[in-house]
């Protein structure tokens, strides 16, 4: 749980850095933020590998779960004969 608690973190981080980029212009906030942002990329990237290494761990995943059976499409209704021109 601690890679949430430091990604949580690192975006709490950057919030004064945005509004002083966004709000203000300050060009060197922008820079921070862009920094940070590429530290936030590579803290997913790592957390979504230990998820999908912890995932193929255990061999097979457990099956899932059966989607209930759906109920068989009622025919179609016959469409109305085009009127007639006069």
């Known amino acids: 749980m601690s890679n949430f608690s430091q990604l949580k973190d690192l975006v709490m981080s950057l919030e004064a ?3 002083k980029f966004y ?3 300050n060009s060197a906030a922008g820079t921070r933020v862009r920094k940070g942002m590429q530290e936030l990329k590579n803290m997913a990237q790592t957390i979504r590998t230990e998820v999908q290494n912890k995932k193929n761990e ?15 499409a009622a025919p179609a209704a016959k469409k109305a004969a085009p009127a007639k021109k006069k």
Do not use: S, T
């Open 17 to 19: 850095d945005f509004e």
């Open 58 to 72: 255990g061999g097979e995943a457990a099956p899932a779960k059966a989607a209930p059976a759906k109920k068989a």
């Open 23 to 25: 709000d203000k212009g």
